[in-house]
């Protein structure tokens, strides 16, 4: 697709309408009419940089329409500018502030090399690493005959696609509905760096079906499932107020396109790679790397030196990436949501499960809470959020959030369910905990209640091992980690081999 049409390219002849601009005239000298003339351009631009940024998110999600919205945007912006320089008291300066930020958002998007490839910057602005020449959703994934071919014909992948569409199709159209509230956070790091956008998006659904409040046995957490040590080195982790940066969607798509991009300069465009050591660590990955020579990441000495996990990981990340570029092709529909985003402000003090109650479904099928949650991070849904915060969320959430949650039956309802601790007969007043007149004037009872006889734990579930099943794929559909699972079945690693007829403890699962 073609980019908007560049800024810079315009700078000439905006140098021109500088240089015929006139002296504003004393304040005090200018009519009413002229003042009134002067602020209305200053709004038109202001609504113009408006328009062109929502062009720039349309263009950055692959919509055609961003083209020609940002272009005549930019359009109007100069014809503004035309009028500024012929309406008295205009100040050119002052609707220049307006350009120069697109401008910079424009050359900010633009890093070009020496070369004229793209190259990435971190946040001090130094180049990492040069990108592929071809990294591109569409290079890579594709166009990419190498690609088809092993989707076609690599039994590992093939495998994957099947469990995404049967047994995982849940999970994944899930993911999906997830990601695309987040994307306008997370996508534009994978775009800048020239890395494909699908490629986050299996990434995502293998490791957190998209909940940014993901968190794993073994402490990683957000969406993107980030170690602690991992996040540190990319800039993520405890912020000084209390939250991890690991559960932010924007800053942890920003540091794996940063640590892909270091595992490109390690691994050229050898995809599996990167999420073998994105999955199992990057030593072991370039160690395999280095020793296997040129071999193929599927190549049976290669691919079974890694452990069953990244085995299982590798092959349903590229799943779930090709899926996400050929729904069509496997009857795989995506339902589309909108999610514009928008923000908007407590006009009362609420927690993120009693905005859910009043929000309702709102045409969509599981409500807002996970929206409120995957947006709003910080903040967990059941503490109190007070008057006056502004949220992130989408057009229709704040529309609806205008509707029934400022005031109303509803609104009262949501506050009523969310405040009452039926158990306890205790209702929360703010911070404060007050017990109903009922029962603080009931007598204190003179001794304790004998306590409940412990209940008897349930008997362990077991699992029987059918032909062709793996301990990941095992652990995958009980919602294992497949390490807890090993240890209580007395499998050692990293083969984790389990044999047809065998018997498993589902130690530590969740479904």
């Known amino acids: 697709m073609s980019r908007p049409l560049n800024l810079l390219a315009r700078s000439c002849a905006i140098a021109t309408v500088l240089a015929l601009g006139c002296l504003a005239t004393d304040a005090q000298a200018q009519s009413r009419r002229d003042r009134e003339a002067a602020e ?72 070009p090399g020496d070369d004229g490839d793209l190259t990435i910057v971190d946040d001090t602005g130094m180049p990492t690493g ?40 849940v999970s994944l159209i899930t993911s999906h509905e997830n990601y695309q509230y987040m994307q306008h ?7 800048r760096s020239g890395l494909p956008e699908a490629l986050l998006f299996g990434i995502l659904a293998k490791e957190s079906n998209g909940r940014v409040h993901a968190r794993s046995r073994a402490g990683a957490a957000g969406p993107l499932q980030f170690m602690p040590a991992t996040g540190r080195r990319f ?103 909108d999610a514009r985003p928008a923000t908007f402000t407590l006009e009362r003090p609420a927690s993120i499960y009693e905005l859910t109650i009043c929000l309702g479904n709102g045409g969509t099928r599981d409500g807002y809470m996970r929206v409120l949650r995957n947006l709003n991070p910080s903040y967990e849904a059941d503490a ?40 306890t007969g205790v209702v929360r007043t703010g911070a404060v905990e007050v017990l109903p007149a009922a029962a603080a004037d009931a007598p204190r009872a003179q001794a304790p209640a004998a306590a409940p006889a412990p209940a008897t734990p349930p008997p362990a579930r077991t699992h029987r ?7 990941g794929r095992i652990a995958e559909r009980y919602g294992c980690e497949v390490t807890t699972l090993a240890r209580a079945n007395n499998l050692r690693a990293p083969a984790y081999t389990v044999r047809q007829g065998q018997t498993l403890t589902l130690a530590g699962c969740t479904r």
Not at 81 to 103: D, H, I, N, P
Not at 399 to 422: D, F, I, K, M
Request: a negative charge; hydrophobic letters at 40%.
């Open 465 to 471: 091992v059918a032909r062709g099943e793996t301990l």
């Open 235 to 337: 800039g993520l982790g405890p912020d000084g107020s209390g939250f991890d940066t690991r559960y932010d969607p924007r800053a942890a798509a920003d540091a794996a396109a940063v640590y892909l991009n270091e595992r490109f300069a390690q691994h050229g465009q050898e995809i599996e790679y990167w999420l073998a050591a994105y999955n199992g660590g990057e030593g072991r990955a370039l160690r395999i790397y280095r020793e296997a020579n040129g071999r193929s990441f599927w190549d049976p000495t290669v691919f079974n030196q890694f452990p069953a996990e990244t085995k299982d990981y590798v092959p349903m990340v590229i799943a779930a990436a090709w899926l996400y570029l050929h729904p069509e092709q496997y009857g795989l529909t995506f339902p589309k949501v």
């Open 40 to 111: 209305a351009l200053q709004q038109r631009m202001l609504a113009a940089e408006a328009r062109y940024r929502e062009a720039l998110l349309q263009v950055a999600n692959d919509d055609p329409a961003g083209l020609d919205a940002s272009n005549a945007a930019l359009e109007d912006m100069e014809d503004i500018m035309v009028a500024c320089e012929q309406q008295r008291g205009c100040s050119l300066s002052q609707l220049l502030t307006s350009y120069k930020r697109l401008l910079k958002a424009d050359a900010d998007a633009q890093v």
């Open 185 to 191: 956070l997370m996508s534009p790091a994978f775009k």
């Open 384 to 423: 109190w959020i007070p008057r006056g915060t502004t949220l992130n969320g989408t057009v229709r959430v704040a529309g609806l959030y205008r509707r029934w949650c400022t005031s109303g039956p509803r609104a009262q309802l949501a506050q009523e369910l969310v405040n009452g601790v039926p158990r």
């Open 130 to 169: 040069p990108v592929p020449e071809r990294a591109s959703a569409a290079s890579l994934l594709r166009e990419d005959e190498n690609f088809v071919r092993m989707v076609q014909l690599n039994p590992a992948v093939q495998e994957g696609i099947r469990r995404w569409l049967t047994d995982m199709r």
